[in-house]
């Protein structure tokens, strides 16, 4: 199994979701965008099990090095990426309880932050995989 590819495929789902329930809750319909908000949280979930376990099994790691002009923007992707990816757990992970508690104000409040940053990080989790594996392909331990 190509488990960088189907990480992609979970993060590109999730940003599909992220934006349905962007747009339902735009709409009033609450209901389906907790439904969306939900999946997409399971979406995400899945996406940290297989990047957990494909970095846990593969003993090599596969580096950006060509085309070298290339390596400075792709290394400022992967900068942002993986900072706001570490940053965006606890934010979900907050937005997701004051929504379960009722606590809707709060819930907005923090919605307006997380979602946008949970929008770029699985963005770029795609556009990542895109340049390491199918634009410019690296050579694993390169």
Known sequence: MDLPAVNAGFNALSAVLLSFGFFFIRQGQKQVH????????GTSTLFLAGYLTYHFKVQTV???????????????????????AVAILPLILATVILAMRGRFDGHRRLARWTWPLWMYVSLTGVVIYLLLYQVFPQQPGG
Do not use: E, N, S
């Open 34 to 41: 907790r439904h969306c908000m939900v999946a997409a949280l």
């Open 62 to 84: 596969t580096r950006f090095t060509d085309p070298a002009w290339f390596r400075p923007i792709y290394l400022g992707i992967l900068l942002t990426h993986t900072v706001l």
